[in-house]
């Protein structure tokens, strides 16, 4: 791929992107690079002469773990604790190996990270997430080594800036704690002017802000926090607690009297002297980096989600109890709305790349259930169902395109859709459904309400949430967040008697399309996710690799074939068999077109290449056969050691084995199963072969001129 092509890819993915001169990492010689808002138009512009070669990814939203360890051993040690603890991160680049950088979305816009050791050598190895006002090479060739930057997988212009995984505070900190770790077990010592933890090292004025600016809590929220903190945690604990509550307040007396009523009610309590000697103790100079109440608020939404767990064990015993007049006839049998794949009252989890028209599938399920047709081959039942598509990504215009389109493609009714059909984008207000809360609860919204009420009061059957990602404000790698964001949603499918689908974007695994399909673990983030889901589904695009096996074009009918798989179903049994669906293309009437997805029957395509293939073969044992036959010459029988002998100029194969099985593949076994063979001179023999009972009996073959007759 060209310089201008991968400039090109890099905007229409979504990144910031800046121009590197040939020879550096960096935008040298370019003024105000970090307000740069490069176009297709600036990239050819600067492709067209010679020096710069490089392009790279403008921080903001976009950011890099940068991980320069320069030991090849601890290296490898990081980079195998690190993408088995986040998985998430796929997109990692190299340069001067072993250094690494594992790119992510920086949408809180955090600052520059970094922590610095040193070895016995006195070689510093250092850690830097690259945040807001940084940039990293996405493409390039590196100035010391004088080769191409690599990527492990797909590189960055493959992958859209939206489906890197988002980095907070929390888990900066577990990343660096990680490397602290590395470092320690390698017998490094931290840097003095480096903060343990990865805390950044920071200058004196952004030190002193930092120092004195609270975090952006209310003190209702610094309360309820408090509520669940626990006053009798070790000596440590409790001084972080003080800390984080005078910086939060400035050192006020306010914040002291909040920290000695908590400390009071722990059973270590030592009395309002030992608490304001602790609390006089604290500086506000900004010589150090403080401890927050952002670190405390994290703290306490674990112990929330602890709490809430725990409280299952205050149950009545009754609550325990099998029910004895329990009447089996009476059980309310499991509601299909899609067989197999969508169940009312529960979640389905969707996982698919970016390029499937993962948003078109739902849309045509959404028509089929709508007017009572079977349109995606899945067996929907006749019986017209409500349905509530809510796309955070679309805009009202292409949900109006693709829906018209599907109606167009499968002749159906508009005004029938409009009756059960209801749409609402998010494109410029997403719509949130699961929040934190003043109390630093994650809990439904009003938006969420709203929708509960609609679903509710609409009768809706099937509700969609597309994507995922976008209908909650949580860390999607933070189990305990995404196991309340779930339960949100789990709320809302039981009490409007609704299934609902959530649509999900995978982790990125290379250059293979399908190599995520039928996996119930590809979705990206945290495990829990993929458990909250009773059905979890995927949608892959057909790899060249399947197309060519099956004898299909990849370019006029391959890459326009996807794959569904149900990938878990925790009420029934896995569906072993993936339906295929082909993109149809379908003009509007105002000059636009659509992919439409329509059954493809992959059956007669497998049947044709499965006979090609046998034909092929056939072809194949026939010219062994042959070559056997001249190898045994004018006797009738010869074991298989000399035949072997005999065809291993021809052959060529490097042991016994291989040429007993190959002899075995193409002779049948038995007098009664002698296949006929035309030599080259036109005379027809017949070739059979003899083998005992064992595995190591001798093979025996046999060649007569006349069709044998057992006696």
């Given at each position: 791929?060209?310089?201008?092509?991968?400039?090109?890819?890099?905007i229409?993915?979504?990144?910031?992107?800046?121009?590197?001169?040939?020879?550096?990492?960096?935008?040298m010689?370019?003024?105000?690079?970090?307000?740069?808002?490069?176009?297709?138009?600036?990239?050819?512009?600067?492709?067209?002469?010679?020096?710069?070669?490089?392009?790279?990814?403008?921080?903001?939203?976009?950011?890099?773990?940068?991980?320069?360890?320069?030991?090849k051993?601890?290296?490898?040690q990081?980079?195998?604790?690190?993408?088995?603890?986040?998985?998430?991160?796929?997109?990692?680049?190299?340069?001067?190996?072993?250094?690494?950088?594992?790119a992510?979305?920086?949408?809180?816009h955090?600052?520059?990270?970094?922590?610095?050791?040193v070895?016995?050598?006195?070689?510093?190895?250092k850690?830097?997430?690259?945040?807001?006002?940084?940039?990293?090479?996405?493409?390039?060739?590196?100035p010391?080594?004088?080769?191409?930057?690599?990527?492990?997988?797909?590189?960055?212009?493959?992958?859209?800036?939206?489906?890197?995984?988002?980095?907070?505070?929390?888990?900066?900190d577990e990343v660096f704690?990680?490397f602290?770790?590395v470092?320690?077990?390698?017998?490094?010592?931290?840097?003095?002017?480096?903060?343990?933890?990865?805390?950044?090292?920071?200058?004196?004025?952004?030190a002193?802000?930092?120092?004195?600016?609270?975090?952006?809590?209310?003190?209702?929220?610094?309360?309820?926090?408090?509520?669940?903190?626990?006053?009798?945690?070790?000596?440590?604990?409790?001084?972080?607690?003080?800390?984080?509550?005078?910086?939060?307040y400035?050192?006020?007396?306010?914040?002291?009297?909040?920290?000695?009523?908590?400390?009071?009610?722990?059973n270590?309590?030592?009395?309002?002297?030992?608490?304001?000697?602790?609390?006089?103790?604290?500086?506000?100079?900004?010589?150090?980096?403080?401890?927050?109440?952002?670190?405390?608020?994290?703290?306490?939404?674990?112990?929330?989600?602890?709490?809430?767990?725990?409280?299952?064990?205050?149950?009545?015993?009754?609550?325990?109890?099998?029910?004895?007049?329990?009447?089996?006839?009476?059980?309310?049998?499991?509601?299909?709305?899609?067989?197999?794949?969508?169940?009312?009252?529960?979640?389905?989890?969707?996982?698919?790349p970016?390029?499937?028209?993962?948003?078109?599938?739902?849309?045509?399920?959404?028509?089929s259930?709508?007017?009572?047709?079977?349109?995606?081959g899945?067996?929907i039942?006749?019986?017209?169902?409500?349905?509530?598509?809510?796309?955070?990504?679309?805009?009202?215009?292409?949900?109006?395109?693709?829906?018209?389109?599907?109606?167009?493609?499968?002749?159906?009714?508009?005004?029938?859709?409009?009756?059960?059909?209801?749409?609402?984008?998010?494109?410029?207000?997403?719509?949130?459904?699961?929040?934190?809360?003043?109390d630093?609860?994650?809990?439904?919204?009003?938006?969420?309400?709203?929708?509960?009420?609609?679903?509710?009061?609409?009768?809706?059957?099937?509700?969609?949430?597309?994507?995922?990602?976008?209908?909650?404000?949580?860390n999607?790698?933070?189990?305990?967040?995404?196991?309340?964001?779930?339960?949100?949603?789990?709320?809302?499918?039981?009490?409007?008697?609704?299934?609902?689908?959530l649509?999900?974007?995978?982790?990125?695994?290379?250059?293979?399309?399908?190599?995520?399909?039928?996996?119930?673990?590809?979705?990206?983030?945290?495990?829990?996710?993929?458990?909250?889901?009773?059905?979890?589904?995927?949608l892959?695009r057909?790899?060249?690799?399947?197309a060519?096996?099956?004898?299909?074009?990849?370019?006029?009918?391959?890459?326009?074939?996807?794959?569904?798989d149900t990938?878990?179903?925790?009420?029934?049994?896995?569906?072993?068999?993936?339906?295929?669906?082909?993109?149809?293309?379908?003009?509007?009437?105002?000059?636009?077109?659509?992919?439409?997805?329509?059954?493809?029957?992959?059956?007669?395509?497998?049947?044709?290449?499965?006979?090609?293939?046998?034909?092929a073969q056939?072809?194949?044992?026939?010219?062994?056969?042959?070559?056997?036959?001249?190898?045994?010459?004018a006797?009738?029988?010869?074991?298989?050691?000399?035949?072997?002998?005999?065809?291993?100029?021809?052959?060529?194969?490097?042991?016994?084995?291989?040429?007993?099985?190959?002899?075995?593949?193409?002779?049948?076994?038995?007098?009664?199963?002698?296949?006929?063979?035309?030599?080259?001179?036109?005379?027809?023999?017949?070739?059979w072969?003899?083998?005992?009972a064992?595995?190591?009996?001798?093979?025996?073959?046999?060649?007569?001129?006349?069709?044998?007759?057992?006696?």
């Amino acid at each position: 791929m060209s310089y201008a092509e991968v400039g090109r890819r890099l905007i229409e993915q979504g990144y910031r992107i800046v121009p590197i001169r040939d020879g550096y990492k960096y935008p040298m010689g370019i003024d105000n690079w970090r307000q740069l808002r490069m176009t297709a138009e600036d990239v050819e512009r600067y492709a067209s002469g010679t020096a710069f070669t490089g392009w790279g990814s403008l921080g903001g939203t976009i950011g890099g773990v940068d991980v320069d360890i320069y030991d090849k051993k601890v290296a490898e040690q990081f980079y195998n604790h690190f993408t088995a603890r986040f998985p998430e991160f796929s997109v990692c680049r190299f340069g001067q190996k072993p250094k690494h950088l594992f790119a992510c979305r920086n949408t809180h816009h955090l600052r520059k990270r970094v922590a610095v050791y040193v070895d016995p050598q006195g070689v510093e190895h250092k850690l830097e997430f690259l945040g807001d006002g940084q940039q990293w090479v996405a493409y390039g060739r590196h100035p010391d080594t004088g080769t191409d930057y690599a990527y492990v997988s797909a590189p960055a212009w493959d992958v859209p800036s939206s489906e890197l995984p988002e980095v907070n505070n929390a888990l900066l900190d577990e990343v660096f704690a990680l490397f602290d770790q590395v470092a320690t077990d390698a017998g490094w010592s931290l840097k003095s002017e480096a903060k343990r933890n990865g805390s950044t090292a920071l200058d004196p004025f952004e030190a002193i802000v930092k120092a004195n600016t609270p975090c952006n809590f209310t003190d209702a929220q610094v309360k309820a926090d408090l509520d669940v903190l626990d006053p009798s945690c070790d000596r440590q604990t409790w001084v972080e607690v003080l800390a984080a509550l005078h910086h939060q307040y400035q050192g006020s007396h306010e914040g002291l009297v909040l920290g000695d009523e908590w400390s009071s009610r722990g059973n270590t309590y030592q009395g309002i002297d030992d608490v304001k000697a602790r609390w006089d103790s604290f500086s506000l100079r900004g010589d150090r980096n403080p401890v927050t109440w952002a670190t405390m608020h994290e703290r306490a939404k674990r112990a929330r989600a602890i709490e809430a767990q725990q409280q299952i064990a205050t149950r009545t015993l009754a609550e325990y109890e099998l029910d004895p007049n329990f009447q089996p006839m009476e059980l309310e049998r499991r509601d299909w709305i899609v067989p197999r794949r969508i169940l009312r009252k529960f979640i389905t989890l969707t996982n698919a790349p970016g390029g499937v028209s993962k948003s078109m599938f739902t849309l045509v399920t959404a028509v089929s259930l709508a007017v009572g047709r079977d349109l995606t081959g899945e067996g929907i039942k006749s019986t017209p169902r409500n349905v509530l598509i809510i796309n955070n990504e679309d805009d009202r215009d292409e949900l109006y395109r693709r829906l018209y389109g599907i109606c167009l493609h499968y002749r159906v009714d508009w005004a029938e859709v409009c009756r059960r059909v209801f749409v609402v984008s998010g494109y410029l207000d997403g719509i949130i459904i699961a929040a934190e809360n003043a109390d630093g609860v994650i809990a439904m919204t009003e938006a969420g309400r709203k929708v509960r009420e609609f679903i509710i009061a609409k009768s809706i059957d099937y509700a969609v949430f597309d994507p995922f990602v976008s209908v909650h404000r949580l860390n999607e790698n933070d189990n305990v967040e995404m196991n309340a964001v779930l339960g949100v949603f789990k709320r809302i499918a039981f009490d409007g008697r609704c299934a609902i689908e959530l649509i999900h974007h995978t982790r990125k695994v290379g250059g293979n399309s399908e190599a995520h399909a039928g996996d119930a673990e590809a979705g990206r983030g945290a495990s829990s996710i993929k458990d909250a889901g009773r059905v979890s589904a995927t949608l892959a695009r057909m790899s060249r690799e399947s197309a060519a096996n099956l004898g299909l074009d990849w370019d006029t009918i391959g890459r326009h074939l996807v794959r569904l798989d149900t990938a878990k179903g925790n009420y029934q049994t896995a569906d072993a068999n993936a339906r295929w669906y082909r993109l149809v293309s379908v003009a509007l009437p105002n000059g636009d077109e659509v992919g439409v997805h329509e059954p493809f029957d992959l059956e007669p395509v497998i049947a044709e290449q499965d006979a090609a293939n046998d034909a092929a073969q056939d072809e194949i044992n026939q010219q062994y056969r042959l070559d056997i036959v001249h190898a045994i010459g004018a006797s009738a029988a010869m074991r298989l050691s000399h035949v072997a002998d005999n065809l291993q100029p021809v052959w060529r194969l490097r042991s016994r084995d291989a040429y007993r099985r190959r002899v075995a593949s193409a002779v049948p076994d038995g007098r009664a199963n002698a296949v006929p063979v035309r030599a080259e001179n036109g005379a027809r023999v017949y070739l059979w072969r003899e083998t005992g009972a064992a595995d190591n009996s001798p093979m025996i073959l046999h060649l007569t001129d006349g069709q044998p007759v057992d006696n």
